[in-house]
């Protein structure tokens, strides 16, 4: 199984922010097809410009996701070490795995 990541814009000046949404996504899945369905399931969209629901000036809401290259570490390293970095808030990161729990990732004080 392979980690796949969606990242939010600021479209509009906010994020979604709610149960399975935050300013990053994580799917864990077989392909990416799979993972997409799941992001897609969960509220991720595309072209929001396009269909009225995002602002014009600041584009699209959603990225279209990416595999995590996660290397030698655990996804939750990884992505602790990526919300320390880029994290506002709690949580910066869902994670949804493949037999159906989540994890979240917080940004972590820096010191």
């Keep these: 199984m392979d980690f796949f990541m969606w990242n939010q814009n600021n479209s509009g000046g906010n994020f979604v922010v ?3 949404l935050t300013w990053r996504v994580v799917i864990e899945a077989d392909t990416y097809e799979q993972a997409e369905l799941k992001a897609l399931e969960l509220g991720v969209y595309y072209d929001g ?3 009225g ?3 014009s000036c600041c584009g699209d809401r959603w990225y279209q996701g990416q595999c995590v290259d996660i290397k030698s570490q655990t996804i939750t390293e990884y992505l602790q070490e990526y919300a320390d970095e880029y994290g506002w808030e ?3 990161v869902i994670i949804h ?3 159906g729990t989540k994890g979240t990732i917080v940004r972590m004080a820096k010191k």
């Design 18 to 20: 709610n149960d399975n």
């Design 49 to 51: 410009v396009d269909e």
């Design 53 to 55: 629901l995002d602002c």
């Design 90 to 92: 709690s949580p910066s």
């Design 97 to 99: 795995y493949a037999d």
